[in-house]
């Protein structure tokens, strides 16, 4: 079975600071990972996914997360965050053998001026 | 881009009325979910779809039913609504094969039961 842990159920980050917002996860065969980010009255949307090769992945907005196999890990981050970074993020797994993933249960990143 | 559209963004049933959710993709995707999203619990899966007339139970099936007679469209019942139900639905689809494929989700429907 899956499962996914996100570390941190709130962040507070003042604009223009870097932000890292954890995810670890556990499988017993090998995985895809996902973050999703929802922004407010929103459905959710893909950030980024590692599916195979270079664990460091860049997606959308300028984040990035880095696949840590032995520690199973897979966190977000991004270098400098905006107002407009302000957003639930879920972190995500699955595998080649159901069809649905497992979600983390949310992050919540605030970003102030 | 692809398009998942819940047919209501919001809506407000009484106790013991029966429900119906309503989710509509247009990428010919053969998975289709429902997922319940409660203030710290993340997302929970309700039912999904691999194909036409085919449904599976996720982890919180009780009190909810499914249907999917055409491929683009998947249901989401509450046969007697209750106030628990109250939350934010929301549905999603994939095409089928590996498990890398991306997860398009709707805008979500915010239920409130009364």
């Known amino acids: 079975a899956q499962s996914v842990t996100q570390l941190d159920s709130q962040v507070p980050v003042f604009e223009e600071a870097p932000v890292e917002l954890r995810c670890n996860y556990s499988?017993?065969?090998?995985?895809?990972l996902f973050w999703y980010v929802q922004y407010p009255n929103q459905g959710l949307q893909l950030l980024l996914k590692y599916l195979s090769g270079s664990t460091l992945v860049k997606g959308i907005n300028g984040f990035e997360a880095e696949f840590n196999k032995s520690q199973t890990s897979f966190h977000l981050r991004k270098p400098s965050v905006h107002i407009s970074d302000t957003a639930e993020y879920f972190c995500?797994?699955?595998?080649?053998?159901?069809?649905?993933?497992?979600f983390g249960d949310g992050t919540t990143l605030t970003v102030k001026p | 881009d692809v398009k998942v559209t819940q047919s209501s963004r919001y809506l407000v049933k009484r106790t013991g009325e029966k429900v119906f959710l309503e989710c509509v993709q247009d990428m010919d995707h053969e998975n289709m979910f429902w997922y319940r999203q409660d203030p710290g619990l993340g997302l929970r899966l309700i039912y999904f779809?691999?194909?036409?007339?085919?449904?599976e139970k996720g982890d919180i099936p009780e009190g909810y039913s499914v249907s999917r007679e055409k491929k683009e469209r998947f249901s989401l019942i509450l046969e007697s609504a209750s106030t628990n139900q109250t939350s934010m639905y929301l549905c999603?689809?994939?095409?089928?094969?590996?498990?890398?494929?991306?997860?398009?989700f709707g805008e979500g429907s915010w239920l409130t039961v009364v």
């Open positions: 779809s691999y194909d036409v007339k085919m449904k």
């Open positions: 999603a689809s994939k095409y089928q094969g590996l498990g890398g494929n991306t997860i398009y």
């Open positions: 499988s017993s065969v090998s995985v895809y």
């Open positions: 995500a797994v699955s595998d080649d053998r159901e069809g649905k993933s497992t």
